[in-house]
Each structure stands twice: as structure tokens, then as C-alpha cells.
């Protein structure tokens, strides 16, 4: 494409999505995250530069997601996903924020210095496939992002509402043909039966299919039933799920809540990240003492399970306890093939309870890693081992099996002997459940409700496997928040002078105390976290180191957020 046939990404720029905004936006945590009313030029110019990363890899598919995630309604987003349906490589945030920050005036000449730097051929062809998430400022954002792609002369196709794990799905299959088939529904088969090769099958018949198949294999007993509640946030997960129902045969039966009628709103008082910040139950939802509730955030990624008990008392299972779960069972299925040369590995970040460090490695004796915030960051630290368990705390995470595992346990499968082929086939769904691209709500509700049932547990039975310790989180607002510095996993601060002092000496004050603060990456906040022996301990160490922030780090307002 000669230089001149870049005037068009500046007349669009000017005539439909022109910038009208100096604030400076930066791509954090999860790609752009702000008000929607601050998003149109920047997911205009997301779109040229997804056409500019599908030239540089060589045509392949690069993924624009539009969603604000668990952010309340008036934000929004986008993110972008490289072929192989993981996050964007790192190195090109900067690119993005460069981008993003242009003048109208400029972006020619700054969207030509880009393609320079990285060295696209403009002369390959580009592939952009976008998804949106329910919010009402999506469809006009998701067609800016068009926009962006017509201006470099990429193709678009779009999906229309999906979970952002859906979109990472489609994207990987559209450049691996043996993952899967880029579709929601499938091409080939009809209601989610695992049948053809992986290859051909649709998300639904990928997850889905692979459930019923397990759930062949593992007849309900012990204390397990099959009835489970779920929090769709009002966003766009529990929609799928509403779909996925019909197929379920009665291998479980969904009980769904918070689907975005009645007036109900995305993410509000309901949804996982509601639910395990406030460690309270959504709005909404009904259910008996002890009914396993898993509760989703706007656009899937996230899981977090909880029940009441005769006190109405909450009890969270987070993402530990999912992490936990999950890798327990996978071992235990590696020693019964005796794969003993497959190494398994769990990843977390500063916000994993400490209980949960201490049972996966004391009691699971399962290497555990602690890494920043951000699936990006644990996603790729879980690839270093054979299979890598990942979840933040929050719910958000996958499990990733190598190409040295999936071999081993195919050829278990079919050569071992028959107790080791059976929990080498087990093994086989279980990985064919998973998605492996990214975080995934659906995918991991199906896992968890399997491992369950495989062990007869009951939701109480699952907390007991340890106990949490106490914790809080909360906010609070500064002038700049990038004046808060971390390091070692964001287990330090190292800016601003004297706030990590400090907080060593309100910790040295609890018993297991332990706080650490960091900038958020998804919303205009300092996040505090704080844990201790009992939960007034770690209320009121939150609240201290809270203060401290707000003192040393230019608090706005007369007291820090609760
Ligand atoms: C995103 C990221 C997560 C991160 C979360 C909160 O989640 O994908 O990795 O934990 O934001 O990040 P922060 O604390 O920096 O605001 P989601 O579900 O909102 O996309």
C-alpha cells in the first residue's frame, strides 16, 4: 500500500471518529479501559493497528474484543488478541498507546511510522474478527473498529455479542484449523455431541460436547447434584449459558439468574467481581442454604463460586479455590496414567489467599508461582510448565497443556494399560473442555461442576479442602495513581517515598498480616489488599493501609473509598 493510501485513515479520522479528548489513555491491564464516551477514536485507530498486526504476522487473524469487562456500564473497552488467541504481545502496548494518543492531524503520519517500526508489508492481506460484549455503547464502538480495519483495506467479520472467550477461541481456530472451527455454534454436528475431529467442532461442541461425553463416564453419586444457580452478571455469559441449557440433557441443570432483564444492570450489585470484592451475594438470586451458586462477570471470563449457610453467612469459593480444585484432580488423573514425567505447575498473582499458597505446596506439593496482575502475565508464566494452572483470585484464569502433554496422554490413551487409558481418557475431555486460549467462565463452570461430581463432593465439601484467611480489598482514589510504583509481583512499593515502610509497620501489627497495593490497570483506583487472622483484623489493616495510600499518595476527596 503506497504511503499516499494512507489519507484515508485520516479522513475517516476526521469525518466519523475524530478525537475529541485530551486525556491521555494508556492500554493497561486489559487493553483500553475508560468511559465509552472517551473510546470512539481510540477503537477506531485499534482497528488500524490490528490490520497492521495481522500484516506482520503474516495475514493470520488478529481479534478486537469491545467490552469494559467487570467495569460498571458507562465504561467500556477494547483489547487485542494475537493469533494464537492470547493477549497482544507486550511490546506492542507501547505502540498502541502511541497510537491512541494522536492527534487527528498527526495520525498519518504516526500510523506510517508504525508500519515502518514494525516492518508490516502492506501489500498482504489482513484478517480482524471483533466481538462486542452487551453494553449499548458497543455496537457503535465495534463499528469504529470497521472503520479502522476499512481504512488499511483489512477484512472485517463480525460476531456480533459474545463472551471476549468465545472471540479468543474463534480467533486461535481461525489460524489453527486442528483447534476448532471459528463459529459459536459448529459446522458440522448437531447439538453439541463430541463427535468429528477437534478440528470441526463449534465452542458450544468443543465445551459442551466434551462435558456430556465425561459426564458418560462419571455417573452422579456421593454428595453431588446436579442443580447449579448462576449469576450472569446482566451481561452476556449467562446469555450463552441460556443457550447452552437447552443441550444439557439433565447432566446439569442451570438455574440461571441476573440475564440482563427486569431492568437489571451490567455488573451492578451483581456479577464475580461484586461478589468476591464485597464478599457478598448478588442481587437477585434465591436460593437455599448450601445450593452452589457460580457467579460470572459481563463478559465471561471470570468465575467465582459461593453458598450461604443456616446463618446466611457467605462462603466464597474464588479463584484459588477453583485453581486448587482443579489442579488436584489433574494430578491425580496424571498418577493414575503414571504419567510421571509431566510436570505440573500453578500460577497466581499477589492477591492469592495465603491459605491457598500454603495448601498447593504443602499439601497438593505443587510448584506454585507468583506473578503481576494481568492473564497476560500468568498465562505466560503457566507455559513454562508441561501443564500450567493459572487463575488470579478473582476467577479469572485456564489451564494450559503443552504439545509434550497432550502426546503423552494421547498415547496413554491407546497404549496404556486399561486403569491408566481410562484416566488417560478422562484426562483427553477434560483438556478438550478447557479453553485454553484464555480465561473462560463457561469453561471452567464445566470443569469444576466435573471435577465435583467425579469426586461425589458437595459445595462444602470443596471449601473444606482449607481455609482462607480473612481478607479485604478496597479503593481509593488519588490525583495520579501511576505514582504508586511496585515490584516483586507487586508485592512491594517502591513509590511513593515512605508508603511501603509504612505498611510493613501496620503489617508487623496482625497476626498473618500481609498488604500490598498497586495501581489499577482497569479503573482510575489504587487497590488495596489487606489479610489477617480474623476478618476485623483484615478489615481494619485494609482500611490503615487505605489511609496511608490516601496520605502519602495524594488522596482526592476527604477519605479514602470503602
Ligand atoms: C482484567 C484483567 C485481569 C485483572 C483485572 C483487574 O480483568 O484481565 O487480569 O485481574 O482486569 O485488573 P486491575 O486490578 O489492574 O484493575 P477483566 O475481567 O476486567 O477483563
Redesign the pocket.
Known amino acids: 500500500m503506497p504511503p499516499s493510501s494512507l489519507r484515508v485513515v485520516y479522513a475517516f479520522a476526521r469525518e466519523m471518529h475524530p478525537k475529541t479528548t485530551d486525556v491521555f489513555i494508556e492500554y493497561?491491564?486489559?487493553g483500553f479501559?475508560t468511559k465509552a464516551s472517551l473510546l470512539e477514536h481510540v477503537v477506531y485507530r485499534m482497528g488500524l493497528l490490528a490490520v497492521i498486526r495481522s500484516r506482520v504476522k503474516n495475514g493470520r487473524t488478529i481479534g478486537m474484543m469491545i467490552?469494559?469487562?467487570?467495569?460498571l456500564e458507562p465504561d467500556n473497552g477494547v483489547?487485542l488478541i494475537d493469533p494464537e488467541g492470547e493477549m497482544l504481545e507486550q511490546s506492542w502496548e507501547e505502540i498502541a498507546t502511541r497510537l491512541a494518543n494522536v492527534s487527528d492531524n498527526d495520525l498519518e503520519a504516526t500510523t506510517a511510522e508504525v508500519i515502518k517500526q514494525v516492518n508490516a508489508d502492506m501489500g498482504l492481506k489482513a484478517s480482524v474478527f471483533i466481538g462486542m460484549d452487551t453494553r449499548y455503547t458497543s455496537p457503535r464502538l465495534a463499528a469504529a473498529a470497521v472503520h479502522g480495519v476499512m481504512a488499511l483495506k483489512g477484512t472485517a467479520k463480525e460476531f456480533g455479542i459474545v463472551t471476549?472467550p468465545i472471540l479468543h477461541y474463534c480467533v486461535r481456530c481461525r489460524n489453527d484449523n486442528t483447534y476448532g472451527t471459528p463459529t459459536e455454534e459448529g459446522r458440522k454436528y448437531g447439538p453439541y455431541s463430541l463427535v468429528g475431529t477437534p478440528g470441526e467442532r463449534g465452542y458450544y461442541e468443543k465445551i459442551v460436547g466434551a462435558f456430556k461425553n465425561i459426564r458418560g463416564k462419571l455417573p452422579v453419586h456421593g454428595s453431588y447434584n446436579t442443580t447449579l444457580y448462576v449469576d450472569g452478571a446482566n451481561g452476556v455469559g449467562g446469555k450463552k449459558l441460556n443457550i447452552i441449557k437447552k443441550s444439557l440433557d439433565g447432566e446439569l441443570d442451570l438455574v440461571l439468574y441476573n440475564l440482563g432483564g427486569n431492568g437489571g444492570k451490567l455488573n451492578l450489585n451483581c456479577g464475580?467481581?461484586f461478589v468476591k470484592v464485597s464478599q457478598t451475594p448478588p442481587v437477585g438470586v434465591e436460593h437455599a442454604p448450601f445450593q452452589r451458586v457460580a457467579s460470572l462477570?459481563?463478559?465471561g471470563?471470570?468465575l467465582v463460586y459461593y453458598y450461604l449457610d443456616n446463618n446466611n453467612k457467605m462462603h466464597l469459593l474464588d479463584g484459588d479455590k477453583i485453581a486448587t480444585l482443579l489442579a488436584s484432580y489433574v494430578t491425580e488423573l496424571l498418577k493414575a496414567c503414571e504419567a510421571t514425567d509431566l510436570k505440573l505447575g500453578l500460577v497466581q498473582?499477589a492477591?492469592a489467599n495465603g491459605a491457598s499458597t500454603k495448601y498447593i505446596t504443602e499439601d497438593l506439593k505443587v510448584p506454585v508461582s507468583c506473578v503481576k496482575?494481568?492473564?497476560?502475565h500468568?498465562h505466560h508464566a503457566a507455559q513454562s510448565y508441561d501443564i500450567g494452572v493459572y487463575f488470579?483470585a478473582?476467577g479469572?484464569g485456564t489451564v494450559l497443556y503443552s504439545d509434550k502433554a497432550k502426546t503423552t496422554i494421547r498415547r496413554i490413551a491407546q497404549e496404556g494399560e486399561p486403569e491408566q487409558r481410562k484416566a488417560a481418557q478422562l484426562l483427553l475431555n477434560f483438556i478438550d473442555m478447557t479453553n485454553e486460549t484464555v480465561?473462560d467462565a463457561i469453561s471452567d463452570l464445566f470443569l469444576v461442576e466435573t471435577v465435583l461430581c467425579a469426586r461425589g463432593q458437595n459445595v462444602k465439601d470443596w471449601m473444606e479442602a482449607y481455609t482462607d484467611l480473612p481478607c479485604r480489598q478496597l479503593k481509593v482514589t488519588v490525583q495520579d495513581r501511576n505514582a504508586i510504583s511496585t515490584a516483586d509481583a507487586e508485592r512491594r512499593c517502591t513509590a511513593p517515598e515512605g508508603l511501603q515502610s509504612r505498611i510493613d509497620e501496620l503489617v508487623a501489627t496482625y497476626k498473618s498480616g500481609r498488604s500490598f497495593v498497586?495501581?489499577?490497570?482497569?479503573?482510575d483506583?489504587v487497590?488495596v489488599y489487606a489479610e489477617a487472622d480474623t476478618q476485623e483484623n483484615a478489615d481494619k489493616l485494609a482500611a490503615e493501609v487505605s489511609q496511608a495510600v490516601f496520605d502519602l499518595a495524594g488522596g482526592v476527596g476527604d477519605r479514602p473509598l470503602a
Open positions: 493497561g491491564t486489559a479501559r467490552t469494559a469487562s467487570h467495569n483489547k471476549t464475580a467481581d462477570d459481563g463478559d471470563d471470570r498473582t492477591y496482575t494481568g492473564v497476560k500468568l488470579e478473582n479469572h480465561g498497586r495501581p489499577s490497570g482497569t479503573e483506583v487497590r
